[in-house]
C-alpha cells in the first residue's frame, strides 16, 4: 500500500489541469487552473463527427495531452511520458513512479471508471494518481466528479487500456521542475504569457481545416440546426449533448471561462488594451455559449435554429478575440 501525502486533493473544472495542477503543486509549482490552461495555450474549438460516433462530438480545447506538452515547453518543465500495450506494464510504470513519492498524470476512458454517473466514452479524460492498496486505486479528479475519489485496480486497469477515438496507449505522465527555474520570480510567469497567448491565438485564427478554430464553430453554426434530424433519440441525445458543452467543457462555456479568468489574470500581469479587449470579449463568448446549450437542451426545431444564430455570432466573438490577443507583445 502506498499512499503519498501532502497531495492537494481538491478537484478542479477540467480534468487535463486537475491532474496538471496536483503533480505541479507536489514539485513546488502552484498556478491556478485558468494559468495552467492558458500557459498551455488549450483554448480550440472542434466540430467532429464521423459514422461510428453516435452523436457529434463539439471540443472546447486542443487535442487531449497537446496542452500538457505545451505546458511543459512553455515552462520548461522536464515531462516523462510512458505508453504501452501492456496492461500489466502500464501499472508497473505508474507504480513505480509512486513508490518512488510521485503522483502520476493517467490517460483514460472515462466511461470504465465506476465513480462516472454519466457513461459515456471520452477516451481523452486524465486524472492524477496518488496512492494504491491491494485492492484501489487513489485518484484526483474535477469537482464534478468528487476531487479525491478512488476505483478498483480492475476498472483502472480497464480504463487505460480501452481502445477507440482519443485514447491512448496507457498513457502515464509525471513532471519535474528543474531546480534552475527561478518559478518564485514574479516574472517567471509575467514573460512566458505573450508567446502562449499568441501561439494559441495564431492557431484558433488559421486552422488546417474547416472543423477546427473559428472555422469549426462557423461549421456547428450551420450544422446544429439539423440536429433533430441527425440524432437517434432527440429527446436523450441533445440534452445530454448541451449537459456535455456547459459540465464538461465539450464546445461550451467551461473552457471560454477559464480562458476568460486566464486573461483576467494575464492582464494584472501585463499592461496591454489588446489583451483586455480579448479578456472582455471572452467573456461575451462565455455567456453566448451557455445560451446556446440552454437552446439545444429543448431539443426542438425552432430552438436549434435559433443556437445555430447563436453559434455564428459566438464566431465573430472569438475571432475578434482572438485577432486582439495575436497583436500582444510581451
Known sequence: MVILSGIDTRGGEHCETTALGVLLRHAGLDLSEPM???L?????????????????FLGGRVKPFELTRNLASALGLALDVRETSSARKAWANAASELD???????????????YFTSKVHFGGHVVA????????????????QGGAVTAPLSALA?????????TARARSFTVEVPADLSVRDPLFVRD??????????????????ANLG?????????????????????????????????RAGTGGALFRALYRDFLTEAAELLDDADLRAGRDLYATAAELWTEVAGLIAKAEEGALREAGLRLAE?????????GRLVLLRG
Open 129 to 144: 494518481l496518488y496512492g494504491y492498496d491491494d485492492a484501489r486505486a487513489y485518484l484526483v479528479d474535477t469537482a464534478q
Open 214 to 246: 473559428h472555422r469549426g464553430i462557423d461549421k456547428a453554426a450551420k450544422l446544429v440546426p439539423g440536429w433533430l434530424a441527425r440524432a437517434a433519440d432527440p429527446a436523450r441525445d441533445l440534452p445530454q449533448a448541451a449537459a456535455l458543452m456547459e
Open 158 to 166: 480497464e480504463a487505460r487500456t480501452a481502445k477507440g477515438p482519443m
Open 36 to 38: 495552467l490552461l492558458g
Open 192 to 209: 512566458r504569457l505573450a508567446p502562449a497567448i499568441t501561439a494559441c491565438a495564431a492557431a484558433f485564427l488559421d486552422p488546417p481545416i
Open 314 to 322: 459566438v464566431a465573430r466573438v472569438e475571432r475578434e478575440a482572438m
Open 40 to 56: 498551455g495555450s488549450g483554448l480550440s474549438f472542434v466540430y467532429w463527427d464521423a459514422k461510428y460516433l453516435d452523436f457529434p
Open 100 to 114: 518512488a513519492g510521485r503522483p502520476v498524470g493517467l490517460q483514460l476512458d472515462s466511461c470504465h471508471l465506476p
